[in-house]
Nanobody, 115 residues
Framework: QVQLVESGGGLVQAGGSLRLSCAAS????????MGWYRQAPGKQRDLVATMNTGGNTNYANSVKGRFTISRDNAKNTVSLQMNSLKPEDTAVYYCRLDQATRNYWGQGTQVTVSS
């Protein structure tokens, strides 16, 4: 089993920055993908950014140039540095780990950007 624990998030003004972190524990495979998804009220959960153990990244177009994902494979952690935040970035952000045919989710952390 795999557990994901997120930290960070909170309330910030538009144009500000926040950093999210996620730590994975349990049965972690050598090759996996970790990343962040977000869900705004009344909307579906969407990909924000992912990074695999090889360092390959994938970003949503809406966050390119503003958000940066990073990870520490030895510690099984992933972080998301969010700069130039906009009110439309307001959502619950979820950490996710994919390995083999399974995926695991964190409990979510609220990010609120005020205008």
């Amino acid at each position: 089993q795999v557990q994901l624990v997120e930290s960070g998030g909170g309330l910030v003004q538009a144009g500000g920055s926040l950093r999210l972190s996620c730590a994975a524990s349990g049965s972690i495979f050598r090759f996996n993908t970790m990343g962040w998804y977000r869900q705004a009220p009344g909307k579906q959960r969407d990909l924000v950014a992912t990074m695999n153990t090889g360092g390959n990244t994938n970003y949503a177009n809406s966050v390119k140039g503003r958000f940066t994902i990073s990870r520490d494979n030895a510690k099984n952690t992933v972080s998301l540095q969010m700069n130039s935040l906009k009110p439309e970035d307001t959502a619950v952000y979820y950490c996710r780990l994919d390995q083999a045919t399974r995926n695991y989710w964190g409990q979510g952390t609220q990010v609120t950007v005020s205008s």
